[in-house]
């Protein structure tokens, strides 16, 4: 199970799961008192891939961009740039536009002013990379079963106390299962839509409607079809009506969307995403295992980010050394006059 690789004849699904990462992407944020946000991005890997980082920044002009040697002699690309605060990354990292394809990673800063010090409590969440987002994994794998499906080294698996073997392929079943289901799902809901648009087609909506899970299986099982054009093909085949491959030229924007769902999963492909978080202070807590200093690692590949949110949080203190000079200063003007208080009792 070292390996997924689900393609449906029709192209629906191009998924490639629990592989050795393509894409090395290191995401570094470094935090400053001030609440600015510097963040840094390499990315380590074949040059033809790296213009294919599924990230929204690789289309953004305002990152200083440097290409540089790396340890194996590939080129690597380091982008680089500084926020006045996590609301101006945001939109570079989770863009308002929700048709754009990228992975999406939310910042949020809260500063508690305590006097003496100051508290910073921050967060990136990074959405689940599923394009299409129609079927829950719930409904076809258990807890326990996606933990087992996304132990990617062999051994690994096999030494698991529920590893079995029968259990396992039916785990692969199962998932393949969720794979194309939303995709088609989908796909279906697009196809319904634009055909919806158009009077002359509603006896082929009220088919496709009625006999959802025969279709579902045709267009799964139909071979040799890989481009976009082709899918409405094969549906004009199961309606009995050619007329239908029209609708592609008529109607581009939806299909060209699904199109993009589907580019976009090939490019988060198997990528290894390497989150590394540098906080002010000294750093009080932190879900993540890998700490070093102020810093704070997390690694994941691609399939651990497919299925749900994923959370990463930092806390650390600042000492506010003004307010210990100005606490001094205070205490040493309260002591002045106390001292000449007394003094002046003194001398009467």
């Not at 794998?141 to 051994?155: T, Y």
């Not at 959802?212 to 009995?240: R, T």
Request: net charge neutral.
């Amino acid at each position: 199970m070292n390996k997924l690789s689900f393609t449906t004849g029709l192209g629906l699904i191009s998924l490639f799961l629990f592989l050795p990462g393509c894409l090395d992407v290191y995401l570094t944020t470094q935090l400053f008192p001030s609440g600015e946000v510097e963040k840094t991005i390499v990315i380590k890997g074949d040059s033809a891939d790296i213009p294919k980082t599924p990230f929204f920044f690789m289309k953004d002009s305002g990152w200083t961009r440097k290409w540089i040697t790396g340890d194996d002699d590939k080129p690597n690309l380091v982008l680089a740039k500084k926020f006045r605060s996590c609301k101006d990354l945001n939109k570079v990292m989770n863009p308002a536009d929700s048709t754009i394809q990228t992975i999406r990673v939310q910042s949020e800063l809260k500063r508690k002013f305590r006097w003496f010090f100051t508290y910073f409590d921050y967060s990136e969440t990074i959405y689940r990379t599923d394009p299409y987002k129609t079927v829950n994994w719930r409904d076809y794998l258990s807890e326990k079963e996606l933990r087992l499906a996304k132990i990617s080294d062999d051994d690994k698996l096999k030494s698991d106390p529920e590893y079995d073997s029968l259990e396992i392929k039916k785990i692969d079943k199962k998932l393949e299962e969720f794979l194309a289901r939303s995709a088609f799902e989908d796909y279906y809901r697009i196809l319904l839509t634009v055909m919806a648009k158009e009077p002359q087609f509603s006896g082929e909506v009220s088919l496709l409607k009625n006999q959802k899970e025969n279709f579902y299986h045709f267009m799964i099982d139909s071979s040799g079809l890989l481009e976009g054009p082709e899918l409405l093909d094969a549906v004009g085949k199961f309606c009995k009506q050619p007329n239908l491959s029209g609708l592609g030229e008529k109607y581009p924007e939806p299909f060209k969307l699904f199109e993009n769902k589907m580019e976009f999963w090939a490019n988060v492909g198997s990528n290894s995403y390497k989150f590394i978080i540098r906080m002010p202070g000294i750093l009080l807590g932190t879900n993540s295992t890998q700490v070093q200093g102020l810093e704070a690692r997390w690694e994941f590949v691609s399939d651990e980010l497919y299925f749900e949110d994923t959370v990463l949080t930092c806390e650390s203190r600042v000492i506010n050394r003004w307010a210990f000079i100005v606490a001094g200063i205070i205490l040493l003007l309260a002591i002045g006059s106390l001292i000449v208080g007394i003094i002046r009792k003194a001398r009467k």
